[in-house]
């Protein structure tokens, strides 16, 4: 059983926290001021407050995943990531096409973009070393 992370999967939960302590709380505090830097009309501050709170949620599970550190504890947080980003991404790239959106929402578009192939990569990745770590299947 792998007893450690690998250390690119640490990184990039680093990473998840980071960015996503700055928009979740951007989101969360200041929605209005979060939304302007996108160019997107004013609305009611309960959506963008809620969209938050859920960024930082998950950047909440990137730390839970770090201190749990082995991939037994972890494999479920990385599965959960894996289909919020690419939801998110999907899910952006369709307003992009099919609504006026401002150019910086590409920006976001990118982020979780890379954080869906990151965590795929690495759950890949660690699925790899703890099969090989098993060893041979005996039937």
């Known amino acids: 059983m792998q007893n450690h992370l690998l250390t690119g999967l640490r990184t990039v939960f680093w990473i998840h926290i980071i960015v996503g302590f700055i928009f979740g709380l951007a989101f969360l505090l200041i929605p209005a001021q979060a939304l302007g830097l996108y160019g997107w009309p004013e609305m009611d501050p309960y959506f963008p407050r ?3 709170a859920a960024i930082l949620s998950f950047a909440a599970s990137s730390w839970f995943a770090l201190q749990a550190n ?11 990531e894996i289909v919020w980003t690419t939801l998110a991404t999907i899910t952006m790239i369709w307003g992009m096409l099919s609504e006026d959106l401002p150019a910086i929402t590409w920006l976001n578009v990118i982020i979780m973009a890379a954080f869906a192939v990151a965590f795929t990569y690495y759950y890949m990745q660690e699925g790899r070393v703890v099969s090989e770590q098993a060893g041979p299947v005996t039937r």
Do not use: A, F, S
Not at 70 to 80: A, P, S
């Open 50 to 52: 809620l969209v938050g």
């Open 70 to 80: 082995t991939w037994n504890r972890v494999k479920l947080i990385v599965q959960t």
